[in-house]
């Protein structure tokens, strides 16, 4: 009996260790390494493309390293500065997934200045936070200060993998609360099945010996109290949700180095 429930222990484990695991599906086959500033060797290059590609392919969706020296050439030059319809627009524009991640990098936006831009779409829009994402840049601000972009780029791209939430099969829940029942039935009949010598009573009698049980002296002692909180309701900021100009649901922080 022991073997056969801990061999349906052992399978339902497996089962569950199946159901969490990441769906794997195909998303664009586009480059996800575009670096038009000739940031990096071509070395450097194809190693975060190739990472890039695995993160991707786990996440199912789309992570993409842009890297731009201006906005000025003809193809943008209507975005007049703006920085972060410029990602948007970009990841639009190139049939990436409806759901990814654009990190742009800009050596001179319109002040002249280094800039970085996040811009999320479709499912990532929630899967990576506004907060996550000021976080990941604050771990890479010396290293885009110093103008070390390769190291900045492999740890974003760990950073963003390790952040996004990973895609579970639909069916995960209802699996595991009926692989839960199961088991918790199992064990419940284990604990039956030696509980043979135990007939059950209807009373405790037969547990109390008589005259044992004389009250002397009572006393009444305050044990605890239950204290309701009312939540009191406060604003909050929208985000940086935002549409582009070319009608797409987007987010993203961004900031200058």
């Not at 654009?102 to 479709?122: N, Y």
């Not at 009373?203 to 002397?216: E, F, K, L, N, Q």
């Not at 305050?222 to 100009?245: A, D, I, M, P, Q």
Request: proline share 2%.
């Amino acid at each position: 009996m022991k073997k056969r429930f801990f061999a349906i222990m052992i399978a339902a484990v497996l089962i569950v260790m199946c159901a969490v695991t990441p769906a794997y599906a195909a998303v664009s086959d586009k480059p996800r390494v575009v670096d038009k500033a000739d940031l990096l060797t071509d070395e450097e290059e194809a190693i975060l493309t190739a990472k890039l590609n695995e993160y991707s392919q786990q996440q199912n969706c789309d992570i993409v390293f842009l890297t731009e020296p201006d906005m000025e050439h003809e193809d943008y030059s209507f975005y007049e500065g703006n920085v972060a319809d410029f990602a948007d627009m970009y990841y639009e524009s190139n049939s990436y997934d409806a759901d990814g991640v654009l990190v742009l990098i800009l050596l001179k936006d319109s002040s002249g200045g280094r800039m970085i831009q996040f811009s999320c779409s479709g499912k990532c829009m929630k899967r990576l936070s506004d907060d996550e994402q000021n976080n990941i840049i604050d771990d890479i601000y010396f290293s885009l200060k110093s103008e070390d972009y390769y190291s900045a780029y492999n740890t974003m791209a760990y950073e963003i993998n390790d952040k996004l939430t990973p895609k579970l099969s639909w069916y995960m829940l209802p699996l595991a609360v009926g692989i839960g029942f199961v088991l918790a039935m199992i064990i419940m009949l284990v604990m039956r099945s030696k509980l043979k010598s135990v007939a059950m009573q209807k009373g405790a009698a037969d547990y109390v010996r008589p005259g044992s049980m004389r009250v002397t002296a009572s006393r009444d002692t305050f044990l605890y109290s239950n204290v309701t909180r009312t939540r009191r309701e406060s604003s909050s900021s929208g985000g940086s949700g935002r549409t582009s100009s070319g009608g797409g649901s987007h987010s993203g922080v961004g900031r200058s180095f």
